[in-house]
């Protein structure tokens, strides 16, 4: 018998209806009247100075109603770093000079898209080409060209966690293992491109419709670039058709439909096309690892020291904190004496890199539980006991960086023990491979520099009983609609059918700081269930007055019931109660409010996901091609809210995060993406899935609203070692880079036979 | 360009439409006749995102000229439901939580609808192979799936048929 | 954006081959357009006569002649194809390559000789196995009708015979002889992706077992579908073995000339060929011999 009556119970999406018949409207469908479309010129050089633009042809080209350039704007150096001016680097349309292929230089509206499309050709730009760089290890060389005044060696952030002594620690270890990564890019490849419509009207205001996963964020961007107060901007996110971490900054598309729009005084609409998507949005960080770790003959760990160059591309955007991220989670979920990581974030000239789902975990685990992988082969050791021994545990300090409170490792390493166990052999082209992760729910960090609290709710109760929830959280696809709605149910003591749910919407929602680091269940969530609780409380007022109840005993509302807790046969109908509380109240509806802004939560989350996950992998050894034909993953969430959602969550999770590991591969030529489309950027497709069963396992997270955590990111991260280690298994390789292509494992088994000859 | 009269059948209804030879199917589904449930990813007739029915076979809108399409029945997204009662598919994506952001969600339904129409007792392997044309990013496909068997296996049918 | 054109839409053959006469390098075909307009769409291919053959019903049939085997009207979709009762019974090799064609959508609209007659045909599933079938196509003009074999029909990179104007109005599939047998695979890495390298094997076995002919026909493996002979020569005459396939595989590799893209390097496509060739001609080879 559960405890909750709606919790992680069988909701339907709350979204459900308009998005199943169509009727969901998304800012691809944005129609507003007068509206024109916007194109964008784009440079095709990686680093150029930008000398001259004439676009007088194409003003004369009918139809052409205005061109915008970097000359139109206040040339502010924009990022999302806000609190880090010198992390400020980016203009989106450049007035100086260009820093990598596909930049904004100009952009159009015209009354139709293809005379847009025809007057890019009539623009002309000219160019002072400058020399360029691609990779990190080239551009911190000492000739190499310098990107940004004032960073030294092209290097743009430099991260350093450390605790323990790791010298000592190393003297313990009595095996030490050294090897080098690289791990890849990878495009967010949201279904829905980004899109913008931007309206600019005579009293001064700016409606913009963005798809996008925090419309808050782009709410203060826009009047830091703009020049516009932030109360005089809308932003409107009603439908996203994904994010994936690639949406929580200003793109090229909402701020030229801006800028256009307040130099028209007309709407402008701005969709890129895939090509656009996959050349001049931002993509996941690729980063060079090193690492040195340091253990006991019996598989204690001792020491681990990482070195880790990302390539940053042209600007910051959300790099610095996948720099961080990526540091921190590569020592997750063990124990270390003595840890140190540094990590340095070079600009180059190719597409900026910034989060990506995982944010910097998805790199950090294909290094760390490979290697680990490896030395329990070095040393003859089972490979989920020596992890378990070493892992965090409820209570346990990550010296100076996080204190973890619920922690569910250890019975991941059980299910997932029991479940290899139960496979028995596998014929000789198959086989497991495991790896364990974590994640946080939300950071604490406020570089964006918000006065506000980090998420904030409104519950309004109406005489009907229906209630109205006001959040700032935005769903992007991920259901916090729905997981929110649950969460207010459940404190209100309504049904979820009782609650409509209003974000994606400036004007009457909110501020929250979006959809990104996993961090919406935990923060909104906390923030609703206070609202919730608090208009609960309003009406339980007026209950216990009426009552007549002995001050001993305590009245809830559940499941719409009004009742004492210790006489629930005893009760009545919620909605009678609201009448009453309505009347008392002079007419007033009931107005529930809730916020939560992490304090004292350490240095990088309230509260940590875990799992373990296990691959079962298919190999053609002639070939090189990877099947992926089965799989387990433990994962403890604490406890779940919204139960379509979670599953929904880690199967679309495993999709993505096996995508990184043997798919999604992103070559680059002097500064060019070599496969700027569907058919040459492989996703996974529903043949080549495999069932994806999940286990829950039952932890309680103080932190988080009803024990909750994060159940977004933290599943993106394991797959690709998991992937890695299975190949290991099979053929006694070791991958190390991702993703990983058919040509490298032939490649590798020749190595090996060849070595094996001699 | 000069234009030319099309007369398309949309969703059982006829529309008299004046438009350019070179108008793609998908661009006067959406921006002539209005209908914006079907959508558009990509330029290459990869992503599916644009599938509508034709005579109950599920192609690619995006790479259909519009006047191809004259004297045909289309179906869209929106030609699903009849009356505003669900088609069988739909409630089962409901029941599944078989969309997450929902921009693929129409032509998913569609070509899920079409491979219904045409394989009775599909095997998981069978359906996987009928979505194959249609990427989505956000659910992993297994819940597009578990709706589609759900359908096959009659949980949908309607009372008295 | 697609450039502007004067769109024809011919009521019959007659009609359309007339067309081509009149407009020759001026004007494209359209079919199903499956591959033509995605070309249209990037402006990488520019026409000023567009003239859309799909609906000429007397181009959409699936026939057989117990002499000259299959016929296949081109505006024929894949579709039909795959789903045909005809053509499992005749040659139910090609059902099975039509079901790794693009997407079930595309094949639902796309017409087998739009696939054939486009650009890079060498680099898709068909033009390999039909030719490992001996597939011939029936090229038509106002003037006069004429036969050509399948593998004389490429003759460059996206060149074919047809003059410019000719339509391609039907693709044949001799009969299947007694102790033949067709296979065909590609590799990549999902689903029905094109291939990274395709091998499509045709082997006829005589009364003492051994090999009486041989096709080994590559795709994406040069700038037209590849013939690889040199292999097919050590094949024929002999019996079967380990080391014959081997031998045979290494000619294969060697008769292709693939390039080096971002999906393959020329050396691990020559790889590929190898392992496919041994695979393709070692199945056509046992399910010829259980004939």
């Known amino acids: ?394 209570g346990y300090e990550v010296p100076g960086q996080a204190t973890i409170a619920s922690c569910g490792i250890d019975q991941c390493f059980d299910v997932v023990q029991k479940w290899v166990k139960e496979k028995g052999k596998l014929p000789g082209n198959r086989a497991v491979g495991i790896s364990a992760a974590g994640f946080m729910s939300g950071g604490i960090f406020n570089w964006f520099d918000t006065p506000y609290s980090f998420s904030s709710a409104v519950v309004t109760i109406n005489y009907d009983g229906t209630v109205e929830l006001y959040v700032g959280a935005q769903d992007i696809g991920q259901g916090s609609n729905t997981t929110l709605a649950i969460i207010c149910a459940e404190a209100l003591g309504v049904r979820v059918e009782d609650i409509k749910v209003h974000s994606g919407d400036t004007e009457h929602c909110p501020a929250d700081l979006g959809a990104w680091g996993s961090r919406q269940t935990l923060m909104a969530g906390n923030a609703v269930k206070m609202a919730a609780e608090d208009a609960k409380k309003q009406l339980l007022e007026v209950a216990y007055a009426q009552s007549g109840f002995n001050i001993v005993y305590d009245l809830d509302i559940k499941n719409r019931w009004v009742h004492a807790i210790a006489r629930p046969e005893r009760g009545y109908d919620y909605a009678e109660l609201v009448k009453k509380a309505i009347r008392g109240k002079d007419g007033q509806r009931i107005i529930g409010r809730g916020h939560y802004t992490p304090h004292g939560k350490g240095m990088i989350s309230p509260a940590y996901s875990y799992m373990l996950q296990a691959v079962e992998v298919d190999i053609d050894k002639e070939t090189g091609k990877i099947k992926l034909v089965d799989s387990l993953t433990a994962h403890d969430c604490g406890q779940p809210i919204n139960r379509l959602g979670l599953i929904g969550q880690l199967e679309g999770a495993f999709s993505m995060a096996a995508g990184y590991g043997y798919l999604e591969y992103m070559p680059y030529e002097d500064g060019k993406l070599m496969n700027p489309n569907l058919v040459d950027y492989k996703v996974m497709r529903a043949t080549e899935m495999p069932d994806v069963p999940v286990a829950e396992i039952d932890t309680y997270e103080p932190e988080g609203p009803y024990g909750a955590k994060e159940a977004g990111e933290g599943l993106t991260n394991p797959t690709a070692a998991a992937i890695g280690n299975a190949i290991f298994h099979a053929l006694g390789v070791q991958m190390k880079e991702c993703p990983i292509r058919p040509e490298m494992i032939v490649d590798a088994l020749k190595e090996k036979e060849e070595k094996e000859r001699k | 360009m000069e234009k030319q009269l099309l007369k398309l059948v949309v969703n059982g209804q006829e529309y008299v439409l004046y438009i350019s030879p070179k108008s793609l199917l998908v661009e006067v589904i959406r921006d002539h006749i209005g209908l914006t449930g079907t959508k558009r990813g990509c330029d290459t007739v990869s992503c599916g995102a644009c599938t509508v029915m034709i005579d109950d076979m599920a192609v690619k809108s995006c790479s259909i000229l519009a006047v191809q399409a004259e004297g045909r029945h289309i179906t869209t997204v929106e030609g699903l439901e009849k009356n505003g009662k669900l088609a069988p598919i739909q409630k089962a994506f409901l029941d599944h939580g078989s969309y997450q952001c929902g921009f693929c969600t129409a032509g998913m339904l569609i070509s899920c609808e079409a491979f219904l129409k045409e394989n009775f007792t599909p095997t998981k392997e069978g359906i996987r192979e009928g979505i194959e044309g249609n990427i989505c990013r956000c659910t992993g496909y297994n819940s597009i799936v578990r709706a589609v068997e759900a359908v096959a296996k009659g949980d949908y049918r309607e009372e008295g048929t | 954006m697609i450039h502007d054109f004067t769109y024809l839409k011919p009521g019959s053959l007659q009609e359309a081959l007339s067309m081509l006469a009149d407009h020759k390098d001026e004007c494209k075909i359209i079919c199903g357009g499956q591959s033509l307009l995605i070309m249209m769409r990037q402006g990488i291919l520019v026409t000023d006569y567009l003239i859309d053959i799909k609906g000429l019903d007397e181009l959409n049939y699936i026939t057989y002649d117990e002499r000259e085997g299959l016929k296949i009207g081109a505006t024929t979709t894949h579709r039909l194809i795959e789903k045909s009762e005809l053509v499992k019974k005749k040659c139910p090799i090609l059902v099975e390559i039509e079901k790794k064609v693009a997407s079930i959508q595309v094949r639902n609209w796309g017409s087998i000789a739009g696939n054939l007659a486009h650009g890079d045909a060498q680099a898709g599933d068909l033009a390999p196995s039909l030719i490992a079938l001996g597939a011939k196509v029936k090229l038509a003009s106002s003037k006069r009708d004429r036969i050509m074999p399948l593998e004389e029909f490429y003759t460059g990179f996206f060149e074919n015979a047809m003059n410019n104007d000719e339509l391609m109005v039907e693709v044949r599939v001799p009969p299947i002889q007694d102790r033949a047998a067709t296979t065909y695979t590609k590799f990549n890495l999902i689903g029905n992706d094109q291939g990274i390298v395709g091998v499509a094997s045709t082997v006829v076995i005589d009364q003492n077992g051994a090999c009486k002919d041989a096709r080994i026909v590559l795709g994406n493996s040069g700038v037209t579908p590849i013939r690889a002979k040199n292999a097919e020569k050590i094949l024929r005459g002999k019996g079967l073995d380990d080391g014959l396939i081997a031998e045979v595989a290494e000619a294969a590799a060697r008769d292709a000339d693939p390039v080096s893209d971002i999906h393959a390097s020329e050396e691990f496509r020559r790889h590929l060929i190898r392992v496919l060739t041994k695979r393709m001609v070692k199945q056509a080879w046992d399910q010829a011999a259980h004939l």
């Open chain 1, 1 to 394: 018998m559960s405890k909750y009556s709606v919790i992680n119970t069988h909701v339907h999406n709350v979204d459900g209806i308009a998005k199943v018949t169509g009727r969901a409207t998304y800012t691809f469908d944005v129609k507003l009247p007068g509206m024109l479309y916007g194109k964008i010129l784009r440079s095709p050089h990686p680093h150029a100075k930008i000398l001259n633009i004439d676009y007088s042809s194409a003003l004369e080209l009918p139809g052409v109603i205005g061109v915008v350039t970097g000359k139109d704007t206040l040339g502010v150096k924009q990022g999302i770093w806000r609190r880090f001016q010198d992390l400020c680097d980016e203009q989106i349309l450049p007035v100086d000079k260009v820093r990598y292929i596909g930049e904004p230089v100009a952009a159009v509206a015209a009354v139709s898209e293809e005379i847009a499309e025809q007057a890019l050709d009539l623009i002309d730009v000219q160019y002072e080409v400058l020399p360029a760089v691609y990779e990190p290890l080239d551009a911190i060389k000492k000739e190499a060209p310098e990107l940004h005044a004032g960073f030294e060696r092209n290097i743009n952030v430099t991260r350093h966690i450390e605790w323990g002594n790791v010298e000592e620690a190393f003297e313990e270890a009595e095996y030490v293992r050294e090897d080098w990564f690289k791990c890849g890019g990878q495009a967010h490849m949201c279904m829905e491109t980004r899109a913008a419509v931007s309206s600019y009207t005579p009293d001064g205001k700016l409606t913009v419709y963005h798809s996008s996963q925090s419309p808050y964020y782009m709410q203060g961007l826009l009047a830091g670039v703009l020049g516009l107060k932030e109360g005089n901007i809308r932003v409107i996110s009603h439908y996203v058709g994904g994010g994936f971490g690639g949406k929580f900054e200003l793109d090229g598309a909402i701020f030229c439909s801006a800028v256009l729009s307040m130099k028209l005084h007309r709407p402008v609409k701005i969709v890129f096309t895939r090509e656009e998507d996959f050349i001049a949005t931002k993509r996941r960080t690729p980063m060079s690892y090193y690492v040195r770790t340091g253990v006991k003959k019996d598989g204690t760990f001792c020491a681990r020291e990482a070195k880790v160059f990302t390539n940053g591309g042209a600007y910051t955007g959300m790099g610095a904190t996948a720099l961080y991220l990526t540091g921190f989670f590569h020592s997750f979920p063990y124990r270390w004496k003595g840890y140190r990581y540094d990590g340095y974030r070079v600009y180059t000239n190719t597409l900026p890199s910034t989060s990506m789902r995982g944010f910097g975990a998805p790199q950090a685990m294909w290094c760390s539980e490979q290697q680990i992988e490896w030395i329990t082969a070095d040393l003859g050791l089972d490979p989920i006991e020596m992890r378990r021994k070493n892992a965090h545990y409820p």
